[in-house]
Structures are given as structure tokens and as C-alpha cells.
């Protein structure tokens, strides 16, 4: 059994794609996992799975590299628009693609496919909608605690959840220290991801990120999403705006009924084509 798989990255945000089309294999939690890990494996931040064809709909699934399934990645959702350009997928500029969160539309942006603006959804500050524990309110500059400190925080579902924090000064290791709290806190009952967010001027912040069942990333989409949509709505930053993550930079748009746009490069790394013992190994985990 072969099993061939494609990689490239967003921002340095690296995800594998498996085409159910050109594999045979049955995924589960296990293999993805070994499929992710950087030492034993081929190694990424991600697997997605697709396209998976039928009734005229091109879907997507994302899974995280401890194996769990991502609701969206905005990332994720641009390497994989390149991917259907490359694979012949596709020959429009503008189409939509189906994850978990929804309907998504993907425009080119060059003739090569390597710029992508994307259409991620509406931002909603609701606490049962993030989801966040107790009464529905919007989770705005709010007090928490993560590892015993207390932080402001505002709470954004953009596809999925984010837990934005605004401070002066940010950090790999802060980040990391304060995720492995905020993660898997009480407060969020469907974890989480983190932003530590420092505004740069109206049009510039910087981010950095610390996802849930993936840990620190150099770059994230809908992160870059929910910390620009946070900033927008505190009254730090203008409708537009550039955001700065360890990764690259992404263009970011709140349009005025909420909706954003995204706007980032995608990197073609390689195809991998897995060794037998490797493929029989995956295998005797489905």
C-alpha cells in the first residue's frame, strides 16, 4: 500500500495534506498522530484531509497533530486552496470549499496560486457561542486566571474559539507558559486558543500563539483573525490591518457586518511518499 502525502505551509504553519483520493488508508486519531510527529513521522502542525468530492462540494477536514479534528484553520484552508489548484482541482479564481465551521470562499490572488484571500466567517464575542462558562454575555476585556494570574481577556469564535490577551510585552515562552493554562482552563469547556496580542499602531499588531492540541505555532490564520477582530472591536486598531506573528504577516479585514478577510502567501515544500514499513505501521493503527 502507498501512501503519498504533500506539504506546505503557511507563514511556516507546515500541514500535510492526504487526499482520500489517492489513498487507501483509514485515518484515525492514532495514525495522524504518528503521521504529524516531527521524529518519527513526517512530521507538520497539521493534517488535511480532502478533497472529499460529492454533490458538487468540495470539503475539507483538519486534524490537529494530537490527532483531534479542528473545526477550521485559516492557515489550513489557504494551503489546501493551493493544493486544488496544483492538483487540478480547480480552474476558477474565486470558489467555495466545506469545513466544520461552514462555508469558506478562496480567491486567487496571482496566477500561481500562491496568494489566497479568504473569506473566514462572522466574528461572534458570545459566550455560549465561543463556547465560555456562565450566564451568555460578550466576553470582553474580562478577568481570568490562568495559573493562578489574572489576565484581561476578550473571547472571539471565529469558526472556532480564541482567547485574546492584550499586553505590552509578549513572548515564545510567555505564551507557552500561559497556554498550558488557558488550554484546557475550566472557563472553556471545548478549549482553546491563546493570543498574547501587543498593538504596534492602528494598522500593525503582533501576535503569538498558542493553540490547542498543537501547542506554540509560528503563525496561525484564524488566530491572526480573532486577535485582529478583538483589537478592532476594543477600539485599538483600525478596520484593517497587518498582523505580525513569529511566522510572516497576514492582511486582515473586519468588514462592517463582522465578516473578515483574510489575505496570506502559501509555500509549497514537497511530496512524500512513505516507506512500506512506515505505511504498514499506519495501517495496523486504523
Known sequence: ????????????????????????????????????????????????????????KLELRIYNPDGSEAQNSGNGVRIFGKYLKDGGYVQKNRFIINTLSGQ??????????????????????????????????EVLNETM?????????????????????WLNDISKDLVCRIGKYSEASEYFPEKINTQLLKVLDRTNIEIEIYERGAGYTLA??????????????????DSKMYVHMPG???????????????????????RFTLSHEMAEQLKSLQ
Open 1 to 56: 500500500m502507498n501512501i503519498t502525502l504533500e506539504k506546505y505551509h503557511g507563514l511556516g504553519n507546515d500541514y500535510l495534506i492526504f487526499d482520500p483520493n489517492k489513498n487507501e488508508l483509514e485515518l484515525t486519531d492514532e495514525n495522524v498522530r504518528l503521521i504529524c510527529d516531527r521524529n518519527f513521522g513526517v512530521g507538520s502542525d497539521g493534517l488535511l484531509v480532502g478533497p472529499i468530492l460529492g454533490r458538487d
Open 145 to 165: 486566571l490562568f495559573g493562578s494570574i489574572p489576565y484581561r481577556v476578550t473571547c472571539v469564535n471565529i469558526g472556532n474559539p480564541h482567547c485574546v490577551i
Open 220 to 237: 496561525s490564520g484564524t488566530s491572526g483573525c480573532a486577535a485582529a477582530g478583538a483589537a478592532y472591536r476594543m477600539g485599538l486598531t
Open 248 to 270: 510572516g504577516i497576514l492582511e486582515v479585514e473586519i468588514e462592517e457586518d463582522g465578516n473578515v478577510l483574510m489575505t496570506g502567501e502559501v509555500g509549497y515544500v514537497g
Open 104 to 137: 469558506q470562499t478562496l480567491q486567487y490572488l496571482n496566477e500561481e496560486g500562491t496568494k489566497i484571500k479568504v473569506s473566514m466567517g462572522k466574528l461572534n464575542f458570545f459566550s455560549d457561542q465561543i463556547p465560555v462558562t456562565g450566564p451568555r454575555r
